[in-house]
């Protein structure tokens, strides 16, 4: 069993990197510029925190944080935001010269193909690697950028399933967790493929920006696991008061309505309010997921009052309890039984003494 959870967590770190290296390559082959690969140098933060992670927690995970994917943000992100500001030099070819370009590319890796199958030589083996890596070099480069973008949210994804589970979540939890995961992140790719297709967004850098800002926050949700993490109450805490109890009973709900309304569909509705209202891009896409956003922030602000009305009620009947768990001895007192007797009334019959009163003269009877 810690044979493969230190497997697992290898293999996920691996793809992480290799990922990683994809998108620092294609950086380079954009910009033309070779000093991009110390983007590269960025990997260093997750070899070493696999290092720690290895000899600490024997490839374990860590309670309510992934550092993990938290460094494989770091390591990917610079290179999709260089790939998106340099967009405008990102040209596809025509259909026409895509398909021949395609059909001589298919050609050469047959015939290289053909020939090491017949030598079996190391040399023919790295010239069809190479022949392989043109033809990828061939395909549209806003190709490469979207790919990039969805190959992204699938390794968030795929990777948060492959690490071993921490101390403290359980793989129902974490199932419930990567189902969020999902839905989670065809929005965030929705927002970003929408928004930035737009022309008028292109042709404003500072616009562009802005939306890879909110994209880049909207991530830093994929490292955190408190969206699933129940806590238990200790008893004290009811006698703390309201925000005590709420934060306490509801940390779950509370968290995951914090991260719709601060971190995705909030921002995301600001954001495309301002592109409707203000830059004049409108479109029925756009229109509808503005609208979205703002359903689903309504409903999370509506969940959020209902549950502050539920705890306030259930603070207000243990009042009540309480307070006649209190009134009961007072009474007691009153009539002349113990306040033991009055917890045990229901079940055994009191004998309850009667208070005497003077006896006049009209009741008492004459003596014969």
Same mark, same amino acid.
């Given at each position: 069993?810690?044979g493969?959870?230190?497997?697992n ?5 691996l793809?992480f990197?290799?990922h ?7 950086? *380079?082959?954009?910009?033309t510029e ?6 590269a140098l960025?990997?260093?933060l997750l #070899? ?12 374990r995970g860590?309670?309510?944080?992934s ?6 943000l770091?390591?990917?992100?610079p290179?999709?935001w260089?790939?998106e500001?340099h967009?405008?030099?990102?040209? #596809? ?6 398909m021949?370009?395609?059909?001589s590319s298919?050609?050469?890796f047959?015939?290289t193909?053909?020939?090491s199958e017949?030598?079996h030589g ?12 043109n033809?990828l070099?061939t ?10 973008h969805?190959?992204?949210l ?6 948060r399933?492959l690490?071993?589970?921490?101390? *403290? ?5 974490l199932s ?7 839905g *989670?992140?065809?929005d965030i790719l929705?927002?970003?493929?929408e928004?930035?297709?737009e022309?008028n967004?292109?042709n ?5 920006c ?5 994209w880049t926050w909207?991530?830093?949700q994929f490292?955190?696991?408190l ?5 238990? #109450?200790p008893a004290?805490?009811t006698?703390r008061g309201?925000?005590s ?5 509801y940390?779950?709900?509370l968290w995951?309505i914090?991260?719709s ?8 509705l600001?954001l495309r ?8 891009v409108?479109?029925?896409m756009?229109v509808?997921f503005?609208v979205?956003?703002?359903l689903?922030v309504?409903?999370?602000?509506y969940?959020l009052?209902v549950?502050?009305?539920?705890v ?7 009042r009540?309890?309480l307070?006649g768990?209190?009134? #009961?001895?007072?009474e007691?007192?009153?009539s ?13 019959g009191?004998a309850?003494?009667?208070g005497?009163?003077p006896v *006049? ?8």
């Amino acid at each position: 069993m810690e044979g493969l959870v230190l497997l697992n967590a290898l293999t996920t770190r691996l793809l992480f990197v290799l990922h990683s290296l994809v998108g620092v390559w294609r950086v *380079t082959v954009v910009t033309t510029e070779r000093s991009y690969w110390l983007l590269a140098l960025l990997n260093l933060l997750l #070899c070493l925190e696999t290092a720690l992670t290895l000899k600490f927690k024997r490839g374990r995970g860590y309670k309510w944080f992934s550092p993990a994917i938290f460094l494989y943000l770091i390591s990917i992100v610079p290179s999709l935001w260089l790939l998106e500001m340099h967009h405008e030099t990102q040209n #596809c070819i025509s259909q026409s010269e895509g398909m021949s370009q395609n059909t001589s590319s298919k050609q050469d890796f047959n015939q290289t193909l053909i020939s090491s199958e017949q030598t079996h030589g190391r040399g023919d083996l790295i010239e069809m690697a190479r022949v392989f890596v043109n033809n990828l070099s061939t395909t549209c480069e806003k190709s490469w950028t979207l790919g990039l973008h969805q190959t992204f949210l699938l390794m968030l994804i795929i990777g948060r399933w492959l690490l071993p589970i921490g101390g *403290t979540i359980t793989r129902d939890q974490l199932s419930e967790l990567l189902l969020m995961f999902v839905g *989670t992140a065809a929005d965030i790719l929705e927002f970003t493929s929408e928004t930035l297709g737009e022309k008028n967004v292109r042709n404003n850098p500072t616009l562009v920006c802005a939306i890879l800002f909110v994209w880049t926050w909207s991530m830093l949700q994929f490292p955190l696991d408190l969206a699933v993490q129940q806590v238990t #109450c200790p008893a004290s805490v009811t006698a703390r008061g309201f925000p005590s109890l709420f934060f306490c009973q509801y940390s779950a709900d509370l968290w995951n309505i914090g991260i719709s309304v601060f971190i995705q569909d909030g921002p995301f509705l600001v954001l495309r309010l301002i592109l409707m209202i203000y830059f004049k891009v409108i479109n029925q896409m756009l229109v509808f997921f503005a609208v979205k956003n703002f359903l689903v922030v309504t409903l999370h602000l509506y969940r959020l009052v209902v549950l502050a009305m539920d705890v306030r009620a259930s603070l207000q009947r243990q009042r009540e309890v309480l307070r006649g768990e209190h009134s #009961c001895p007072a009474e007691s007192a009153v009539s002349g039984v113990s306040p033991e007797a009055w917890e045990s009334g229901s079940k055994e019959g009191l004998a309850i003494p009667l208070g005497t009163s003077p006896v *006049t003269s009209d009741d008492s009877y004459p003596i014969p």
